[in-house]
């Protein structure tokens, strides 16, 4: 299944991949016809393959426990530092911070239930996304959750590659744990920013899926 937030860019990139496909039938010959066949093949699988929404089973504790925190996305740990987070939480936090590939599902979920009571969208730089001054140089947006545990902040941050951010969440709304709240186009990462009280469950190297992994507990 394609997720909704891609459907502009995948109807594109298909039609792309059709017309290379089309020129080599039509006009190419030999090698250079197979060559342009293959090119667009390898167009309309990758379209299909990144904008992919495959069903996630969001844990039970997630939904019945609000002190559980879950992945946002799915992708490899990059960071687990202890930072001052001035925007939301206005404290000492600790920061988790996933990188996605290309290769990866983009669609985002919400890592926490509670009402968000932040929202700001913030034009930037397109350092790669493993880049640690990615977290605040590149475009993002930032997301800032009230739970019954306090505050939490999480950000979709642009790469190298991604362009473009989709958030469909703003300042009142209720939000669940593993609910979609956008997705971030072609390879980016996200952080996920936690009072210092909270319990962890992950390190540096650990792969995640976005709405199944418990990255840890909010106390």
Not at 81 to 97: C, F, G, K, M, W
Not at 194 to 208: E, H, Q, Y
Request: with cysteine; net charge neutral; glycine share 10%.
């Amino acid at each position: 299944m394609l997720t909704r937030y891609g459907y502009d860019n995948a109807a594109i990139m298909i039609c792309v991949g059709l017309v290379i496909i089309g020129v080599a039938f039509m006009f190419a010959r030999g090698w250079f016809a197979w060559l342009l066949s293959i090119l667009g093949g390898v167009i309309i699988c990758f379209t299909l393959w990144f904008f992919r929404d495959p069903n996630r089973i969001i844990p039970s504790e997630a939904l019945t426990d609000e002190s559980v925190l879950l992945a946002p996305a799915d992708g490899k740990i990059v960071e687990v530092t202890p930072v001052r987070e001035e925007n939301y939480l206005h404290s000492d936090a600790v920061q988790i911070s996933i990188f996605l590939s290309p290769l990866d599902v983009h669609v985002n979920r919400s890592p926490v239930t509670g009402i968000v009571g932040f929202y700001k969208y913030m034009p930037g730089d397109y350092l790669v996304a493993w880049h640690p001054k990615s977290s605040e140089l590149n475009e993002q947006s930032r997301i800032g959750v009230q739970t019954k545990f306090g505050k939490v902040l999480f950000k979709q941050i642009t790469g190298y590659l991604a362009r473009r951010i989709v958030c469909e969440v703003r300042e009142g709304d209720t939000i669940q744990s593993g609910d979609k709240i956008g997705m971030m186009k072609f390879g980016s990462r996200m952080d996920i920013i936690v009072p210092t009280s909270s319990i962890l469950n992950v390190k540096i190297g650990d792969v995640v899926v976005g709405g199944e992994t418990i990255l840890g507990r909010l106390k």
